[in-house]
T-cell receptor, first 114, second 117 residues
Framework: DGGITQSPKYLFRKEGQNVTLSCEQNLNHDAMYWYRQDPGQGLRLIYYSQIVNDFQKGDIAEGYSVSREKKESFPLTVTSAQKNPTAFYLC?????????????FGPGTRLTVL | AQTVTQSQPEMSVQEAETVTLSCTYDTSESNYYLFWYKQPPSRQMILVIRQEAYKQQNATENRFSVNFQKAAKSFSLKISDSQLGDTAMYFCAFIRILTGGGNKLTFGTGTQLKVEL
């Protein structure tokens, strides 16, 4: 089945450690996105990538890094510089030149810093 | 900057009744899209309905319809014949088309809808 997978579903990290969240899609979508979801704040854009080997900062990029070496993959690293990383993280993708510009979402990863 | 406001943090409705969720947005863009997403307890984001800003006709999708008032920058969602499975967090979202063909989504803070027996 085509879709977006995120792993792991739950992730625990000690303070001061970097951690990488995986996002893979087999929809042949061009653009990929990372969002952070906190209670009462909706979704906020962290980073996005419209093509391979290119990405742009979103609204809350500080303390995060990404790479886009393959069209199917857009991993997000939460670094120790991120002051409050405990949150729910959602990955999304979009087909370029899609008439409706719809973004499709993965199931999410819940990150907890201990 | 674009902002999306959902002023109803929580709502409840009886099964089979109709409920309307409100959303307002602020933008100076002329080319944009509006969406309603649903996030059930599984936390999977699911697209409910979409509206192109240049279309005056309100979008409908089965039991879901919107009231799009472009001049007032209002985009409300009406759910008819509410079902227990409609219980979820509903997010209004605004898409701005970027130069070069990309897009950027801005979300509201969500409305938690509970459908009761």
């Amino acid at each position: 089945d085509g879709g977006i997978t995120q792993s792991p579903k739950y992730l625990f990290r000690k303070e001061g450690q970097n951690v990488t969240l995986s996002c893979e899609q087999n929809l042949n979508h061009d653009a990929m996105y990372w969002y952070r979801q906190d209670p009462g704040q909706g979704l906020r854009l962290i980073y996005y990538s419209q093509i391979v080997n290119d990405f742009q900062k979103g609204d809350i990029a500080e303390g995060y890094s990404v790479s886009r070496e393959k069209k199917e993959s857009f991993p997000l690293t939460v670094t120790s510089a991120q002051k409050n990383p405990t949150a729910f993280y959602l990955c999304a993708s979009r087909k370029d030149r899609d008439a409706y510009n719809e973004q499709f979402f993965g199931p999410g990863t819940r990150l907890t810093v201990l | 900057a674009q902002t999306v406001t959902q002023s109803q943090p929580e709502m409840s409705v009886q099964e089979a009744e109709t409920v309307t969720l409100s959303c307002t947005y602020d933008t100076s863009e002329s080319n944009y899209y509006l969406f309603w997403y649903k996030q059930p307890p599984s936390r999977q984001m699911i697209l409910v309905i979409r509206q192109e800003a240049y279309k005056q006709q309100n979008a409908t999708e089965n039991r879901f319809s919107v009231n799009f008032q472009k001049a007032a920058k209002s985009f409300s969602l009406k759910i008819s014949d509410s079902q227990l499975g409609d219980t979820a967090m509903y997010f209004c979202a605004f898409i701005r088309i970027l130069t070069g063909g990309g897009n950027k989504l801005t979300f509201g803070t969500g409305t938690q809808l509970k459908v009761e027996l």
